[in-house]
């Protein structure tokens, strides 16, 4: 796959939508398919830009079943059976605070995704060590960090939390 860097700069221009929480990070996604001679973009997705309290990763599906008049969980049946990737600013979740599906099920679930892209991995603000990376690999999918925008997927990621001089004043 050429040039990773510039779908996760695509990614994380739709980090900078998510509305800053201080319970969470914004993050962005994107399913790229790369099935065809010309890699297409099938959806994107922020957090928190569906209704509830939903991730990047989910939004993607969410709208992508939705155009197709699918649930969530039939998303697979529109993608093709090999060359799914998905950019994620940040790994997937592999637990969440609400109790919520994680977006590395939701991955698995899907059944068609084959690579993940991440920009960084989980900081351990919510979740110490995301072990997402060694579900996904051990269920055939290969998971990719591209280096280079760490910082600002971590600026855009944590802009809703306090931080840490902001309490000093
Ligand atoms: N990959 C990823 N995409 C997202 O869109 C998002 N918000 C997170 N965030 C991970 C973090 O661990 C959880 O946001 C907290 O554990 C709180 O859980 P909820 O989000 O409230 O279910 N991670
Ligand atoms: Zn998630």
Redesign the pocket.
């Known amino acids: 796959m050429d040039n990773p860097l510039h779908y996760l700069q695509l990614a994380l221009n739709e980090a900078r939508k998510s509305p800053p929480k201080p ?3 914004c ?1 962005g996604a994107l399913l790229l398919d790369t099935s065809t001679a010309t890699p297409t973009i099938v959806t994107t997705g922020y ?1 928190l830009e569906c209704p509830g ?1 939903t ?3 989910q939004c993607c599906f969410i709208k992508l079943a939705a155009k197709h008049n699918l649930p969530e969980e039939r998303v697979g049946e529109v993608l093709p059976e090999e060359g799914c990737v998905l950019f ?1 600013t ?4 592999a ?4 109790g ?1 599906i994680t ?1 590395v099920e939701r991955i698995l679930r899907c059944g068609r995704i084959k690579t993940v892209v991440s920009g960084v991995r ?1 900081p351990d603000t ?2 110490e060590g995301n072990n997402g990376r060694s579900i996904l690999e051990k269920a055939g999918v290969k998971c990719i960090y591209v280096r280079g925008l760490e910082e600002e997927i971590l600026e855009v990621a944590k802009a809703g939390h306090v931080q840490q001089n902001d309490e000093m004043k």
């Open positions: 319970t969470n990070y993050v957090t309290n991730h990047a990763e994620t940040m790994e997937p979740c637990y969440r605070a609400s919520n977006c989980e919510f979740v």
